[in-house]
């Protein structure tokens, strides 16, 4: 059985082995962001868990690929977990309104460990975070894909997304081409 769950020391060893692997929960910076983590881990485990739950952005500046420092959104990421660690998901947003600012991709974001794929696992958590989203009162969420990734493609529709648009990505993550989906909660 799939679930996402709320990151706690209890599940902290096998998420952390799960990086060991050069697994990335960010599908951005990849390998950079799975070092940084380890090194959080390392340095404080407890902050590092803190680090993940801020749903009033009191968390320092994000740093996005290109160096440029941007406001926190609040937000929060849980781990897919299937008795051990099988990814992570995230979901960010700005209080009372849906828009998010031209540099956050979409409102969630979601990373499968490698040797999990093609066993629903996306899906699910997706499906599972979308009553987290609707916790907070937003009338859609957007997930952003690249048009290669017909796997999140598959998630995001079985979840009743739908395409609403190509666009390029902000400058800060190199422009590159990407689809918009948006789920009506």
Do not use: C
Not at 25 to 40: C, G, I, S
Not at 83 to 106: K, M, N
Not at 160 to 181: I, K, M, N, P, T
């Amino acid at each position: 059985m799939v679930e996402i769950v709320k990151p706690t020391l209890e599940h902290l060893p096998s998420y952390k082995a799960a990086l060991e692997r050069s697994w990335s929960p960010d599908n951005v910076r990849l390998l950079e962001a799975t070092r940084e983590q380890l090194a959080a881990i390392e340095a404080d485990p407890v902050a590092f868990l803190a680090s993940l739950d801020d749903p009033e952005a009191k968390g320092p500046p994000v740093t996005l690929p290109d160096g440029t420092k941007v406001p926190r959104l609040p937000g929060f990421r849980r781990w897919i977990w299937d008795g051990e660690a099988a990814g992570s998901i995230g979901f960010r947003w700005q209080h009372g309104t849906a828009a998010l600012p031209p540099h956050v991709l979409g409102h969630i974001g979601y990373a499968v460990v490698p040797w999990k794929r093609r066993r629903g696992y996306a899906t699910e958590a997706l499906r599972l975070m979308l009553a987290e989203a609707r916790a907070v009162g937003l009338p859609f969420v957007e997930i952003t894909a690249k048009p290669g990734n017909p796997a999140s493609h598959k998630a995001i529709t079985a979840n009743g997304g739908r395409l609403v648009g190509h666009f390029f990505e902000d400058a800060a993550y190199g422009g590159a081409e990407s689809l918009r989906f948006r789920i009506e909660l």
